[in-house]
């Protein structure tokens, strides 16, 4: 089935509408453009005064054309625009590249005619791209649908790469930079307003397309949860690396890109969720992202994390071993059989890992080539970096260094390898054709290493798990924030332990309660209008005797009636005391553009000082709740520390993993939960406090 965008992206006739004899002009620059790179479809200049544009016949409307268009290009003013887009649509063209500017990203009376394109797309099933955007192309076809001067930067043939970006400044910023690093692409995207076609429909066509192996995109907002969630799975299904550079991390970035292209920003930490979720690796610089992309075009990666360093530099195996630390890599030591036999080789080496082969091997490459298959063929090692600055381009060690490398591939084709090197482009070109990258910072070879490792880990693992099935959980439409008893009912019915409690009503039966609770207890005002309770005074702790018990529950009922006069008082909450274990905090926010998330972290400072949290977009399954406890920085507390006994994570796992599902089957009703603390013990966990939010409510 072919997909609603080929005729977009790879059409076999376009009009330009709006077209221009100058090749400089905007409405001349896709002809000049297709004209140099051989275009070979039907090329239909449109403009009422011109005979002739640039060689080719020229036609008053885009109604005079005499056969089919797969893509207009629209290079008109913003008043005339959407009524050309009409004209398309009543010709049957299939597709549209929307340059014009001056709508949603300008006034409410652009975002209203902008709201007429989006009708026009969906009506008659045209698609579009644009307004705002610098266009598209595809090199391969030679297929410039736009005005950018990016396609002067091509130096190399087309590649895997497929690049969309929202900005399409950026978006040409990014092939440029690309080109001179040495990433092949293809394929490239610009959507600005995204009327219809958005960032999230065009990773999907690139997840479909063979042509396309690695997926580089850039966003300052989502408006379409179930799309991008959609385009992301298929990339990784398809096992096709996606680099994400999303901006608007800051309120004066979500600002600003939401005057630049209209775009709910949404909370940063969501977007982190959501591309932990699908696998995806975010970029925080435009070095980084075209990084990742070069290191993925060549289509190998690692096993897992054991790392091998080779170096001619003591100095650079350290700072490549700081930098394989720093990313998560294991920079496992060489056997210790082996660690000898290159001592006899080279009796100054260094050879724990990294091994550093030292300035000899400049006297005898083939020490170096020795080093390498040892360690290749005795040690366990799923990838491997090679440091050698400037010796594969000097005059005394090129040819010998290249014939090495030469060698090892042919012996090793599966390693995963990387050089750190310093050299011309035809120097390093031999050695990304033995598909080993190259970087001149060896810290940044083990960054890209380190992302390589990830999309290995991404694409093993493939789908998650299923979320399991809850008993019916539908929550009945709340009015007012749920509190921590009636609250803790609903997490109990879910499946999420709670601490053994019962709300009462007089002392006598806090003293009953007590006693079949059988040790020390903790007391609790309960009120839909005190949720706060520590700052009234209403939690008394480690009550153990009848007399206890008794005053503290005319203790908690006096301090609630003076603080909050006519607050509606339950009564007293009478729960277990738990001791022991680890605090940590689960949580539920529900995000304008993705729906209900569950944050995780560790409890007091942890979450209120460093905020060492994480998020998940709900619902997910146990293994995704695993991964989520491993990224939290205080994630040693729960493997025991100081004697402690490990806490039981699979209990807590669970426990996110039926809260996630819980939120999303109620996601039309909760603004926000928070369970906190959730105490985390040697066997099992506990949820002591609770509270639900439903949406409309103010607490």
């Given at each position: ?8 992206l790879r059409p076999k006739s ?6 221009s004899?100058?090749a ?7 002809i000049?453009?297709?004209k140099a790179?051989?275009?070979?479809g039907n090329?239909?200049?449109?403009n009422p005064n011109?005979e002739t544009i640039?060689g080719?016949?020229a036609?008053?409307s885009i ?6 268009v797969?893509?207009?290009?629209i290079?008109?003013?913003?008043k005339?625009a959407?009524q ?5 649509a009543?010709q049957?063209?299939?597709s ?5 500017s001056?709508f949603?990203e300008?006034s409410e009376?652009?975002a209203?005619?902008q709201r ?8 008659s099933?045209?698609?579009i791209v ?5 266009g598209?192309?595809?090199?391969s076809?030679g297929w ?8 002067g930067a091509l ?6 790469i ?6 399409g400044a950026?978006g ?13 692409s ?7 307003n995204?009327s219809d076609?958005?960032v999230?429909e ?7 397309n063979?042509?396309?192996?690695v997926?580089?995109?850039?966003a300052?907002g989502?408006k ?8 992301l ?29 209209a775009s709910?920003a949404?909370a940063?930490a969501i ?6 979720q699908?696998?995806?690796y975010?970029?925080?610089t435009t070095?980084?992202?075209i ?6 075009q060549?289509g ?6 054991k790392?091998?360093?080779q ?8 700072q490549?071993?700081?930098?394989s ?11 210790a059989?082996?660690q000898?036999?290159m001592?006899d080789?080279i009796?100054?080496a ?7 082969f030292?300035?000899?091997a400049l006297?005898d490459p ?7 298959e040892m360690?290749i ?5 799923d990838?491997?970096i090679v ?5 594969p381009?000097s ?12 060698n090892?591939?042919a012996k ?5 390898m990387?050089?750190?090197?310093i050299?011309?482009e035809d120097?390093?070109?031999i050695y990304e054709?033995l598909k ?12 890209a ?14 789908r998650p798990?299923a979320p ?8 009945p439409?709340?009015?007012?924030p ?5 609250a803790?009912k ?7 332990p709670?601490t053994k409690e019962?709300?009462?009503q ?5 003293v009953k309660?007590?006693?079949?609770i059988?040790g020390a207890?903790v ?5 839909p209008d005190i ?14 005797s009848?007399t206890?018990v008794a005053?503290?529950?005319d ?7 003076k ?5 509606k008082?339950?009564g007293?909450?009478?729960a ?5 274990g680890?605090e ?7 995000d304008?553009?993705f729906?209900?998330a569950v944050?995780f ?20 399954g146990?293994?995704?709740?695993h991964?989520m406890?491993?990224e939290i920085q ?7 520390v100081?004697g402690a006994?490990?806490?039981?994570i699979d ?7 039926r809260?996630s599902?819980f ?5 039309d009703?909760i603004?926000t ?13 506990v949820?002591v ?5 439903p949406?409309?409510?103010a607490?």
């Amino acid at each position: 089935m072919t997909h609603p965008l080929e005729p977009m992206l790879r059409p076999k006739s376009v009009a330009i509408i709006g077209a221009s004899d100058t090749a400089s002009r905007i409405g001349g620059r896709p002809i000049h453009a297709m004209k140099a790179a051989g275009y070979k479809g039907n090329i239909y200049p449109v403009n009422p005064n011109y005979e002739t544009i640039q060689g080719l016949p020229a036609y008053a409307s885009i109604k005079d054309v005499p056969t089919g268009v797969d893509c207009a290009v629209i290079a008109v003013a913003a008043k005339v625009a959407v009524q050309t887009l009409r004209d398309c649509a009543d010709q049957g063209v299939k597709s549209a590249v929307m340059f014009t500017s001056g709508f949603a990203e300008q006034s409410e009376d652009g975002a209203k005619a902008q709201r007429e394109i989006s009708e026009i797309a969906r009506t008659s099933g045209m698609r579009i791209v644009g307004p705002n955007c610098l266009g598209v192309f595809n090199i391969s076809a030679g297929w410039y649908g736009t005005f950018s001067n990016a396609p002067g930067a091509l130096r190399h043939p087309p590649g895997p790469i497929g690049i969309v970006s929202q900005s399409g400044a950026y978006g040409a910023h990014v092939f440029t930079v690309s080109q001179l690093r040495g990433v092949g692409s293809n394929y490239w995207v610009t959507t600005g307003n995204e009327s219809d076609v958005d960032v999230a429909e065009v990773i999907e066509y690139y997840a479909q397309n063979p042509e396309v192996k690695v997926v580089l995109a850039y966003a300052e907002g989502m408006k379409n949860a179930d799309r991008i969630c959609r385009a992301l799975e298929m990339a990784r299904d398809a096992e096709k690396p996606v680099i994400f550079m999303k901006v608007g991390k800051t309120d004066a970035g979500a600002a600003a890109a939401a005057s630049h292209t209209a775009s709910l920003a949404g909370a940063d930490a969501i977007y982190d969720a959501l591309f932990k979720q699908y696998g995806v690796y975010r970029a925080e610089t435009t070095e980084e992202f075209i990084d990742i992309a070069y290191a993925c075009q060549f289509g190998k990666y690692p096993k897992g994390r054991k790392i091998d360093l080779q170096t001619i530099s003591g100095g650079v195996g350290v700072q490549m071993a700081d930098a394989s630390v720093k990313y998560g890599l294991d920079v496992a030591p060489i056997p210790a059989a082996t660690q000898k036999k290159m001592k006899d080789l080279i009796p100054f080496a260094g050879v724990a890992n990294p091994v550093d082969f030292t300035a000899q091997a400049l006297n005898d490459p083939k020490l170096m080539e020795a080093n390498i298959e040892m360690t290749i063929e005795e040690a366990d090692f799923d990838s491997h970096i090679v440091y050698l600055a400037g010796v594969p381009a000097s005059p005394f060690t090129k040819d010998a260094c290249a014939q090495i490398f030469e060698n090892i591939r042919a012996k090793y084709p599966d390693e995963v390898m990387m050089m750190s090197l310093i050299g011309p482009e035809d120097v390093v070109s031999i050695y990304e054709k033995l598909k080993m990258p190259c970087y001149e910072d060896p810290s940044l070879t083990v960054r890209a290493m380190a992302a390589l490792t990830y999309f290995g880990e991404v694409f093993r693992r493939g789908r998650p798990e299923a979320p399991a099935k809850l008993p019916d959980s539908a929550l009945p439409a709340p009015t007012k924030p749920i509190a921590e008893h009636e609250a803790k009912k609903v997490l109990a019915s879910i499946g999420v332990p709670v601490t053994k409690e019962e709300l009462v009503q007089t002392s006598a039966d806090a003293v009953k309660v007590w006693r079949d609770i059988g040790g020390a207890v903790v007391m609790k005002i309960a009120s839909p209008d005190i949720l706060h309770k520590t700052e009234i005074g209403g939690v008394l702790l480690k009550l153990n005797s009848e007399t206890e018990v008794a005053e503290g529950f005319d203790t908690l009922i006096e301090r609630a009636k003076k603080a909050k006069p006519n607050a509606k008082i339950d009564g007293v909450i009478v729960a277990e005391m738990v001791s022991g274990g680890v605090e940590t905090v689960m949580g539920v926010v529900c995000d304008p553009v993705f729906g209900p998330a569950v944050m995780f972290g560790l409890g007091g400072v942890f979450v209120e000082v460093l905020k060492d949290v994480t998020f998940r977009l709900a619902p997910f399954g146990v293994d995704e709740a695993h991964r989520m406890i491993d990224e939290i920085q205080g994630r040693a507390m729960l493997d025991g520390v100081r004697g402690a006994p490990p806490s039981d994570i699979d209990a807590l796992a669970e426990a996110l993993s039926r809260l996630s599902v819980f939120a999303a089957e109620n996601a039309d009703k909760i603004e926000t939960i928070d369970v906190n603390p959730f105490i985390v013990l040697p066997k099992g966990a506990v949820a002591v406090d609770a509270l639900i939010v439903p949406k409309g409510s103010a607490v």
